[in-house]
């Protein structure tokens, strides 16, 4: 099974920041690569899907980048409301697998 | 609206089973695969299963392959996990999922849709 890792596993940050998260998998998978947000007692949401395509609605302060085994999430300028958990996720090969979460929260 | 609703969650003890179904509306349900997540308590997001628009394809976490069995029922709109041998770490809230690429476009698709989800509690 492909295992995806994150880093780092949690930071804090303040508003206005640029923020990085980055993503790997143990093989490649090409752009099959997503980006969740998620908060407490909440589904997740997706951002960013094909590792740089940005989710409808979703504001363009987000954007990611990268293929095959290395992938970043950035915050270009962080908001109040952005602050909770990032997921990556591969749908390459099954089984399909999470990253274990990157949680942001306030300096 | 499209919509997905978990269902069928609960108490159950060790070793035994529980069958979750997820009702979908809003939008043509065999145009998609469909997906099982899960997410224990204070954890991390795991996927658990899914499903081709057809049932020809169809996968398991390594976690729960032997034991959990997906199904789905386009007539009734319907999604299934079919949960055996039920064990304390089972115990997560499960979602079920859509994916953002219609079937005629391939299997793969990132998770657009989400349920509320059904929690499980496998505990004597």
């Known amino acids: 099974a492909i295992r995806m890792t994150q880093s780092p596993s949690s930071f804090s940050a303040s508003t206005g920041d640029r923020v990085t998260i980055t993503c790997r998998a143990s093989q490649g998978i090409s752009s099959y690569l997503a980006w969740y947000q998620q908060k407490p007692g909440k589904a997740p949401k997706l951002l960013i899907y094909a590792a740089s395509t940005l989710q409808s609605g979703v504001p363009s302060r987000f954007s990611g980048s990268g293929s095959g085994t290395d992938f970043t999430l950035t915050i270009s300028c962080l908001q109040s409301e952005d602050f909770a958990t990032y997921y990556c996720?591969?749908?390459?090969?099954?089984?399909w697998g999470f990253g274990p979460g990157t949680k942001v929260d306030i300096k | 609206e499209v919509q997905l609703v978990e269902s069928g969650g609960g108490l159950v003890q060790p070793g035994r089973s529980l069958r979750l179904s997820c009702a979908a509306s809003g939008f043509t349900f065999d145009d998609y695969a469909m997906h099982w997540v899960r997410q224990a308590p204070g954890k991390g997001l795991e996927w658990v299963s899914g499903i081709s628009w057809n049932t020809g394809g169809i996968g398991y976490a390594d976690s729960v392959k032997g034991r959990f069995t997906i199904s789905r029922d386009n007539a009734k709109n319907s999604l299934y996990l079919q949960m055996n041998s039920l064990r304390p770490e089972d115990t997560a809230l499960y979602y079920c999922a859509k994916p953002n690429v219609l079937a005629a476009a391939g299997s793969r698709g990132a998770f657009d849709i989400w349920g509320q989800g059904t929690m499980v509690t496998v505990s004597s």
């Open positions: 996720q591969q749908y390459y090969n099954y089984p």
